[in-house]
């Protein structure tokens, strides 16, 4: 899985290709955490490239949505393809994470 993150308005986006499964979500929640631990409250999770989520990866983002609420912040995630929508209806997570469709709506929704 390949993670790459950047700026955008103050707001910290996060973006994931690949599969973010058993064998990545420890990379990327350790991404994510060095982001959390340097202060960082805003986060935009973007699913445009990312081809497949697990329940591995969906633990990431309850855990990081957790952390964020504790804390004061907030977190956004976009561009859910058919694939990962169909994970996120199933598991619930489209109620429990506040999903948008593109990255700008996600951005000027904070």
């Keep these: 899985m390949k993670i790459e993150t950047r700026e955008s308005q103050g707001i910290q ?11 990545s979500s420890p990379e990327a929640e350790a991404k994510i955490n060095e982001l959390l631990d340097a202060g960082k409250q805003k986060l935009l999770v973007n699913f445009e490239q990312l081809n497949f989520i697990s329940s591995a990866g969906l633990r990431v983002l309850l855990a ?4 964020l609420n504790a804390n004061g912040g907030d977190l956004r995630v976009c561009s859910l393809n ?7 209806d199933i ?9 948008k469709s593109t990255e700008e709506e996600a951005l000027s929704s904070f």
């Design 82 to 88: 058919e694939t990962v929508r169909a994970v996120f």
């Design 13 to 23: 986006i996060v973006a994931f290709e690949g599969n973010l499964d058993t064998n």
């Design 91 to 99: 598991s619930g997570f489209v109620t429990i994470l506040n999903v």
């Design 64 to 67: 990081t949505v957790k952390k």
